[in-house]
């Protein structure tokens, strides 16, 4: 970095070519990630094409973004017509239509075509995620001519773990593993391979579909074919790989009660960031004021009895708590298919159970500290024992009403096209808090009449 | 599913065989898991070695352990015997040590050897992960020979994606994409192929590291290597990307607050489910029971305003979900690598400024409600702008003291080692409910002192 640094100040070229000549590619990326503008141009300046593009595509997004600005426009045209098409569509998505124009004149016109029909596809479909450099096979070629065919036509090619058989009209027929070529007699012809069993991708489906076939199929490309079996491209693991971890992060920043990002934490503006944060936090708000509503109805009950509102926190708390343990749990299973709809009969029993116990556990707790306080001081008064018991009651209630709203809300929110994600645990907790108030003050206006209240 | 508890009420095997004929090792994996265990043990006796294999590698480890009671002991061994090392480890790990010495013996002589040399590495260690079945060839073969060479020994082994270069003491010198080898004109020594540029990961290291250099390298397999640089096995990506599935899941259920499952939802026991979301409750409640301590002090103030006490879930809970928001960015990201440790001051300086402006809103909101209120209603009485601005000011210091404490503690935690997920959006709410009460309080003492108090 201090090296880089120097070499630039003494416009040293030649040296900072020297310096670098043994380093790679993701090492480059990691040097790139700290350098400023000048600096990365000036790294860039002084390595080969192909590290230069391997470097360059190694980076995220938002990086390259910045670079198209940074970068002499030679060097850009060589790395964008060298990138996969993947990757160089994950990039043109990104950028604003006039930049875009302007890259796409950049591009030789083979390259073009074929980045403007990758980004004809509907965003976040499979269409947009493939590649079209795959090698597509004929059936009764023999393994000897298809090995030739590789070494011929296989320079480009996104992966040769995995080649593709088509008919005379470019429909896939198969796809078979280059191991099974590997493995087979020279003289075998290729139709002894196949078995004709595969799973394809259809180009217009939505791209949580690849991940979810990724996860279960143990491949790494699948191909993309049209509504009349034509094999269009392929999609490859590493590209699910990030996409995959993309909706994971999506998935938990909901969680947390935060739009999606989208950007890295770091890199993201802090206006951009508030205007993700500020909107659930205001609609959370809004929605705990019903809080001071429901209290504002048992304001005598608090004022003849202000011992009540010293356990307001402790009660709503364990409502929301049980809640998010819920959610989560169930949220997290419905991703992972480890819960379907289907279920929610059983879901719910187990959960009702669960939140039973659950609440008996922190109701002896919670009466027990009653009783323990009464015994040294006289904090709670002469009726104290009502006074557990009401404490204790409500956590059982609390605590269930929490487990099964919990669990029942990510449920009700995908039955409903939504997103279960968006009942995080705030979102539970607030939800709780304002229930939990009121069954508290039944509870306690029902045991308490007579004696405190 | 139907026609398999008939087939098997009237014991007609050779009718579930034709049944069964053509379904892909996928389709009866999912019947399988749907099926009780007389019809599982009926299905594997209906089908061929080599799909019995297949669906059974498909099957989850939990649903695996539990056909190893009920399959006959002689398919048992054919099914272990032909499985992966690597998948067969992450099985024999599962089972309790009796069992598991019955089904060594069932092993080959050699297969044994491999299981039980796999399982001497320290769990979650990448020895335990990697596979011994690999193509290691020298770097003075032709590309001719190499090919031969792969069609005669290839036939076990986990990838034929890349092929690894070993030196006459079996040091690891290179690993090479078959790519390159298929693009390679036949009478080109594999010296010419290789740069001596290769990652590889370390038997001891922690299967962690192995998610990460994944992650990072978009590779499909990598080489593992003991201290000496000799290569012992190989990592695939499929079980790579399985761990960094479970470790996702583990991280999402620990920020909803609940110990991390270890198995799927539906599959667990209710009493150890319990077990798993029991502590972490009793612990948040006994923290929340702080909050009843530090209102016992301010009882004599809730006596004379009670009108306060109106507003203390409102209070508590926006600081717990501004906490909540700013501990889930900062534990992703943490995870994602976007942010490291060193960065904290940077992070505290971007959530100051983040809790004090979402402070400002839900402040400005907060007085919006009281001074509504107060004007069609007599709720707040006389001195209602003094309790609007009390509200509005609490807000501001709740939500900033929130978003620091939920961004700095999972740093904190990180840095002396722990899991930053631990910092769920449950514990950073039971911390911010205290504290968030005790700003209140203060607050409204000096505000209020004079007039209401």
Chains 1, 2 share one sequence.
């Not at 030789?108 to 976040?124: D, M, V």
């Not at 209290?295 to 049980?322: D, H, Q, T, W």
């Amino acid at each position: 970095m201090e090296e880089i640094k120097e070499l630039l100040q003494q416009d040293n070229l030649a040296g900072c070519k020297a310096y670098l000549e043994n380093w790679l590619p993701s090492e480059l990326a990691e040097l790139i990630v700290e350098s400023d503008d000048a600096e990365r141009a000036f790294v860039f300046k002084s390595i080969d094409r192909e590290r230069a593009f391997e470097t360059f595509e190694s980076l995220d997004v938002n990086l390259q973004k910045s670079l198209l600005d940074v970068l002499p426009s030679r060097q850009v045209q060589l790395i964008l017509n060298d990138m996969s098409p993947d990757d160089r569509t994950a990039l043109l998505e990104e950028i604003d239509p006039e930049l875009l124009n302007r890259l796409l004149k950049l591009l030789t016109p083979k390259e073009r075509a074929i980045a403007l029909s990758l980004l004809g596809y509907p965003e976040n479909s499979i269409g947009r995620l493939m590649t079209p450099d795959y090698i597509a096979i004929r059936k009764h070629w023999s393994v000897r001519y298809v090995l030739d065919y590789i070494r011929e036509n296989g320079e480009n090619s996104e992966t040769l773990n995995i080649i593709y058989i088509v008919d005379e009209r470019g429909h896939l027929i198969d796809d078979i593993k280059v191991a099974e070529i590997l493995l087979a007699d020279l003289n075998t012809p290729i139709e002894k391979l196949i078995d004709g069993k595969y799973t394809a991708l259809s180009v217009t489906d939505d791209e949580e579909v690849a991940i979810g076939v990724f996860k279960k199929l143990n491949r790494v490309a699948l191909p993309v074919v049209n509504s009349s079996q034509t094999l269009l491209g392929i999609i490859t693991i590493d590209d699910v790989l990030q996409l995959a971890e993309e909706e994971t992060t999506e998935d938990i920043q909901k969680l947390g009660g935060v739009e999606a990002l989208e950007e890295p934490y770091m890199e993201m503006p802090l206006p951009k960031l508030l205007r993700k944060r500020a909107p659930w936090l205001i609609i959370l708000f809004i929605g705990e004021m019903f809080t001071a509503s429901a209290m504002s109805f048992f304001e005598n009950e608090i004022e003849r009895a202000v011992v009540l509102a010293l356990f307001i926190p402790l009660i709503v708390s364990s409502g929301g708590n049980s809640g998010s343990q819920a959610a989560t749990l169930i949220i997290r299973a419905l991703a992972l298919g480890e819960v379907t709809l289907k279920d929610w009969w059983r879901v719910i029993r187990r959960e009702i159970v669960s939140g039973l116990i659950l609440g008996l556990i922190l109701g002896v707790i919670g009466f027990l500290r009653v009783a323990a306080w009464a015994t040294f001081t006289n904090i709670y008064g002469p009726h104290w024992m009502l006074i557990g018991i009401t404490i204790g009651i409500t956590l059982v209630g609390v605590c269930t009403w929490g487990t099964v709203m919990g669990s029942m809300l990510p449920i009700v929110l995908k039955r409903f096209g939504a997103d279960p994600a968006t009942s995080s645990a705030p979102f539970i907790a607030t939800l709780v808090d304002v229930t939990g108030l009121v069954i508290y003050f039944s509870i306690a206006a029902t045991i308490l009449s007579g004696t405190l209240l």
